[in-house]
């Protein structure tokens, strides 16, 4: 085997190994085999090119045109020319998975469903990666660079499976970058001729390389590259503070035996996908459950409490966890004194919503469940264990409706020594304004209970806070601060806020995350939907115990003991688990059901969707990392497509969901444009229309497509109350169709490939250029 065929061989294996890392991501993992195929044909077109030998970029565009009608042919072949040129059809089709895609993956949480957006993300992914590692360490002979690639395809992969993705891939990544050194190390000792090895076992004092015995150079490169890998495995486990090492799971999720009852609970942030399913517009159902209780609106079901404020996040503490008891112990601090009723709830979870922990109205006195389930006393959750997970569970919760009185609660004690450190620490990065604005607020406020009530009201009604779900969801100090002085963002944002303002005012406070009651149906159960996810912060009173309140406006229920009057009602008799069929999760309810009417006033209710993951699960947002790292290779590698890419993108938006009359015009007379027919805006829509059949010579439905768009574009412009007209999506792929048909092979190709309308490219920089220069001396003269 020559050196050079050796060295493309432990490129593509090393590209493979190192993208094995992204095999946990999705499941079933079989796109493995569709990329390792696809790269080993652009990887041997590499080879063979440079056998003959070309020129390095004739080269790299060989890979490149190899590899782009290989995902032609996998992705698009019924939409390609002759099945394997990727014809406008085939880049609009593998665009429009690119978009499914990128929706699955803002949807699934990990492991997301091999769908086939995701499916051409991966493959294209690797593709990518593979090329650039065979660029760099093949034709331009730089194996040590070709790391950086190799590096950035598992570090995205380590960080999207929740700081690490295990042992093995580290191995397999890092076993494949020395197989590649050490295979560039042989090729260049091969070009010295003979070396000196030593003394051998044979007895000889040298030996040939490529004799088939290690030589002295390359046993020693092997033994340094073990020595490595072996150190950055081992030293981490060692050093203090790094207990899980380079490979530790971090926040991975339950610990300890399936068979035993002990163990712990390890540090978790369940906000990473909260922000992502408040924006969906579309809701599902996650469980659906039945309740004795008269009133459900103080029935928050809570999912984890989140204790540790280190100044960049909330995240819940490491806990010792348990087997669950028959029944939970009396919850800390909540005094005989204070009203309290049993409500029994019995739920349903949908098997699309599958996520560790239980969710359960606060505080639980008794879970009846199956599976293998533990118990966290100290937060009063149920979280899985040995990958048991919600879904499809069925359970009944006995739990508490703790109804304090305003005068029980402002006549409150002091907490316990221990609870009050633990509960009341803030970081030394916390910005003065916090706690400046939290004095401020409840100034004149007599006692903890009135200086909370405050800060729920100054939040909720008097301080001119926002609802927004666009604000970006930092959790930091800064962002707190931010936060308070921008004055809008969504229920992270006000549940952290206002758990940091009390701990800065000396009161106990954490944050817990879970859903709202949800919205009763007609046949007496209620539905919780993806959108009831929720965030609310839980401050101590002794007597009460952990205590809710609402700061965010427009979502949930201001508890009662906020308010002037305490609450009356109680729970009917005990509920009995139903099995009827409308008691079941249903995969799509309506938006009316399952939208709460804070959420149907905002306007953010939509039409109901297939399941999704939970409200709490990593993935979502983060995997479009790997989306923005291929297309922005592929954009890279592909500019001589940079007309007929930003056509296509164009096209797409125009037709999109959001186009209209005008752009669906702009669009149609783009596309005549692209073949030929120069735009003429001084004349009328209607003349347009004429002229744009005329020239195009287009009959029939074509035709009347070009009228009727034109016509909605006039009643658009000039009438007072223009009707909405569905179909023109389908009117601008008619009439483009139309023009494909009529022109010769030589248009088309022109209109593919050179696209007249991109001359506004040119036009857009143009301006823009112009108007640099016109202020550009006026700048120069002030400065």
């Given at each position: 085997?020559?050196?050079?065929?050796?060295?493309?061989?432990?490129?593509?294996?090393?590209?493979?190994?190192?993208?094995?890392?992204?095999?946990?991501?999705?499941?079933?993992?079989?796109?493995?085999?569709?990329?390792?195929?696809?790269?080993a044909?652009?990887?041997?077109?590499?080879?063979?090119?440079?056998?003959?030998?070309?020129?390095?970029?004739?080269?790299?565009?060989?890979?490149?045109?190899?590899?782009?009608?290989?995902?032609?042919?996998?992705?698009?072949?019924?939409?390609?020319?002759?099945?394997?040129?990727?014809?406008?059809?085939?880049?609009?089709?593998?665009?429009?998975?690119?978009?499914?895609?990128?929706?699955?993956?803002?949807?699934y949480?990990?492991?997301?469903?091999?769908?086939?957006?995701?499916?051409?993300?991966?493959?294209?992914?690797?593709?990518?990666?593979?090329?650039?590692?065979?660029?760099?360490?093949?034709?331009?002979?730089?194996?040590?660079?070709?790391?950086?690639p190799?590096?950035?395809?598992?570090?995205?992969?380590?960080?999207?499976?929740?700081?690490?993705?295990?042992?093995?891939?580290?191995?397999?990544?890092?076993?494949?970058?020395?197989?590649?050194?050490?295979?560039?190390?042989?090729?260049?000792?091969?070009?010295?001729?003979?070396?000196?090895?030593?003394?051998?076992r044979?007895?000889?004092?040298?030996?040939?390389?490529?004799t088939?015995?290690?030589?002295?150079?390359?046993?020693?490169?092997?033994?340094?590259?073990?020595?490595?890998?072996?150190?950055?495995?081992?030293?981490?486990?060692?050093?203090?503070?790094?207990?899980?090492?380079?490979?530790?799971?971090?926040?991975?999720?339950?610990?300890?035996?399936?068979?035993?009852?002990?163990?712990?609970?390890?540090?978790?942030?369940?906000?990473?996908?909260?922000?992502d399913?408040?924006r969906?517009?579309?809701?599902f159902?996650?469980?659906?459950?039945?309740?004795?209780?008269?009133?459900?609106?103080?029935?928050?079901?809570?999912?984890?409490?989140?204790?540790?404020?280190?100044?960049?996040?909330?995240?819940?503490?490491?806990?010792?966890?348990?087997?669950?008891?028959?029944?939970?112990?009396?919850?800390?601090?909540?005094?005989?004194?204070?009203?309290?009723?049993?409500?029994?709830?019995?739920?349903?979870?949908?098997?699309?919503?599958?996520?560790?922990?239980?969710?359960?109205?606060?505080?639980?006195?008794?879970v009846?469940?199956?599976?293998?389930?533990?118990?966290?006393?100290a937060?009063?959750?149920?979280?899985g264990?040995?990958?048991?997970?919600?879904?499809?569970?069925?359970?009944?919760?006995?739990?508490?409706?703790?109804q304090?009185?305003?005068?029980?609660?402002?006549?409150?004690?002091?907490?316990?020594?221990?609870?009050?450190?633990?509960?009341?620490?803030?970081?030394?990065?916390?910005?003065?304004?916090?706690?400046?604005?939290?004095?401020?607020?409840?100034?004149?406020?007599?006692?903890?209970?009135?200086?909370?009530?405050?800060?729920?009201?100054?939040?909720?009604?008097?301080?001119?806070?926002?609802?927004?779900?666009?604000?970006?969801?930092?959790?930091?100090?800064?962002?707190?601060?931010?936060?308070?002085?921008?004055?809008?963002?969504?229920?992270?944002?006000?549940?952290f806020?206002?758990?940091?303002?009390?701990?800065?005012?000396?009161?106990?406070?954490?944050?817990?995350?879970?859903?709202?009651?949800?919205?009763?149906?007609?046949?007496?159960?209620?539905?919780?939907?993806?959108?009831?996810?929720?965030a609310?912060?839980?401050?101590?009173?002794?007597?009460?115990?952990?205590?809710?309140?609402?700061?965010?406006?427009?979502?949930?229920?201001?508890?009662?003991?906020?308010?002037?009057?305490?609450?009356?009602?109680?729970?009917?008799?005990?509920?009995?688990?139903?099995?009827?069929?409308?008691?079941?999760?249903?995969?799509?309810?309506?938006?009316?059901?399952?939208?709460?009417?804070?959420?149907?006033?905002?306007?953010?209710?939509?039409?109901?969707?297939?399941?999704?993951?939970?409200?709490s699960?990593?993935?979502?947002?983060?995997?479009?990392?790997?989306?923005?790292?291929?297309?922005?290779?592929?954009?890279?590698?592909?500019?001589?497509?940079?007309?007929?890419?930003?056509?296509?993108?164009?096209?797409?938006?125009?037709?999109?969901?959001?186009?209209?009359?005008?752009?669906?015009?702009?669009?149609?007379?783009d596309?005549?444009?692209?073949?030929?027919?120069?735009?003429?805006?001084?004349?009328?829509?209607?003349?347009?229309?004429?002229?744009?059949?005329?020239?195009?010579?287009?009959?029939?439905?074509?035709?009347?497509?070009?009228?009727?768009?034109?016509?909605?574009?006039?009643?658009?412009?000039?009438?007072?109350?223009?009707?909405?007209?569905?179909?023109?999506?389908?009117?601008?792929?008619?009439?483009?169709?139309?023009?494909?048909?009529?022109?010769?092979?030589?248009?088309?190709?022109?209109?593919?490939?050179?696209?007249?309308?991109?001359?506004?490219?040119?036009?857009?920089?143009?301006?823009k250029?112009?108007?640099l220069?016109?202020?550009?001396?006026?700048?120069?003269?002030?400065?």
């Open positions: 085997m020559s050196g050079l065929t050796r060295l493309t061989l432990a490129a593509w294996a090393a590209s493979l190994m190192a993208a094995g890392a992204l095999l946990p991501l999705v499941k079933p993992a079989t796109w493995i085999f569709t990329a390792a195929f696809l790269l044909l652009q990887s041997g077109t590499g080879m063979l090119c440079r056998r003959v030998p070309l020129a390095r970029p004739l080269t790299v565009g060989a890979q490149l045109l190899v590899g782009v009608l290989a995902l032609t042919v996998v992705f698009a072949r019924e939409q390609a020319l002759l099945g394997f040129l990727p014809g406008p059809l085939a880049v609009q089709h593998v665009a429009e998975l690119f978009r499914l895609g990128a929706e699955d993956v803002g949807t949480a990990i492991p997301a469903p091999d769908t086939e957006g995701i499916r051409l993300m991966l493959v294209a992914g690797v593709l990518a990666i593979g090329l650039l590692v065979d660029v760099l360490a093949v034709t331009f002979r730089r194996a040590a660079p070709a790391g950086l190799l590096l950035a395809l598992y570090s995205v992969a380590a960080g999207l499976s929740g700081g690490g993705a295990g042992r093995l891939w580290f191995v397999l990544a890092a076993a494949g970058y020395l197989l590649l050194l050490l295979a560039e190390g042989r090729d260049r000792l091969s070009a010295w001729g003979r070396v000196f090895g030593g003394a051998q044979s007895g000889r004092s040298g030996s040939l390389v490529g088939g015995t290690s030589f002295a150079p390359v046993r020693t490169g092997r033994r340094i590259g073990a020595v490595a890998m072996g150190t950055a495995l081992v030293v981490p486990l060692v050093l203090p503070g790094f207990s899980g090492g380079l490979l530790g799971t971090g926040g991975g999720g339950a610990a300890g035996g399936g068979g035993g009852g002990g163990g712990t609970i390890a540090a978790v942030n369940p906000l990473v996908s909260l922000q399913n408040l969906q517009p579309e809701d159902e996650v469980l659906r459950y039945r309740t004795n209780a008269l009133d459900n609106s103080d029935l928050y079901l809570r999912l984890v409490a989140l204790d540790q404020f280190d100044g960049t996040s909330w995240k819940s503490s490491v806990r010792p966890i348990e087997a669950v008891p028959k029944s939970l112990p009396w919850p800390d601090g909540l005094a005989q004194s204070v009203r309290t009723a049993e409500v029994t709830s019995n739920f349903v979870a949908s098997e699309g919503y599958d996520q560790k922990w239980l969710p359960m109205p606060f505080p639980a006195a008794r009846d469940i199956e599976g293998r389930w533990r118990f966290e006393p937060g009063r959750m149920l979280v264990d040995d990958k048991q997970t919600t879904k499809g569970v069925r359970y009944q919760v006995t739990s508490l409706d703790v304090p009185t305003a005068e029980q609660l402002a006549a409150a004690g002091p907490a316990p020594d221990a609870l009050l450190r633990e509960y009341t620490k803030v970081p030394g990065s916390l910005p003065a304004d916090v706690k400046s604005t939290a004095l401020e607020v409840t100034k004149d406020a007599a006692n903890d209970y009135e200086r909370a009530v405050r800060l729920q009201d100054w939040f909720s009604e008097d301080g001119g806070f926002r609802y927004d779900v666009d604000v970006t969801s930092g959790t930091g100090t800064e962002a707190i601060s931010r936060f308070l002085k921008d004055k809008k963002g969504f229920c992270i944002h006000f549940s806020s206002m758990a940091a303002m009390a701990r800065t005012l000396g009161i106990p406070a954490r944050v817990a995350v879970g859903f709202m009651p949800g919205t009763s149906q007609s046949d007496g159960s209620v539905s919780v939907g993806i959108r009831d996810a929720h609310w912060p839980e401050l101590y009173f002794e007597g009460a115990g952990w205590t809710r309140f609402e700061p965010t406006p427009s979502r949930g229920f201001t508890p009662a003991y906020t308010r002037q009057t305490s609450p009356t009602t109680g729970p009917t008799g005990p509920a009995q688990p139903s099995d009827a069929a409308s008691a079941q999760p249903s995969a799509a309810p309506s938006a009316s059901e399952s939208c709460p009417p804070e959420m149907r006033r905002l306007g953010e209710c939509g039409q109901p969707a297939t399941a999704a993951d939970d409200a699960s990593g993935g979502g947002t983060d995997f479009l990392k790997v989306a923005a790292w291929t297309l922005a290779g592929l954009l890279v590698l592909a500019l001589p497509l940079t007309p007929l890419l930003w056509r296509t993108r164009v096209r797409a938006r125009r037709l999109g969901p959001s186009g209209g009359p005008l752009t669906v015009w702009r669009e149609i007379g596309t005549a444009w692209d073949y030929g027919l120069e735009p003429d805006d001084a004349q009328t829509p209607r003349r347009t229309a004429e002229r744009i059949v005329r020239a195009g010579e287009l009959t029939g439905a074509a035709a009347e497509s070009v009228h009727r768009v034109a016509g909605a574009v006039e009643e658009a412009l000039y009438a007072p109350s223009p009707r909405p007209v569905a179909g023109l999506a389908e009117d601008a792929a008619r009439v483009r169709t139309a023009f494909h048909a009529n022109a010769t092979r030589g248009v088309r190709l022109r209109a593919l490939l050179a696209p007249r309308s991109a001359a506004r490219l040119h036009w857009s920089a143009s301006t250029w112009t108007a220069k016109t202020r550009t001396p006026g700048l120069r003269g002030t400065l």
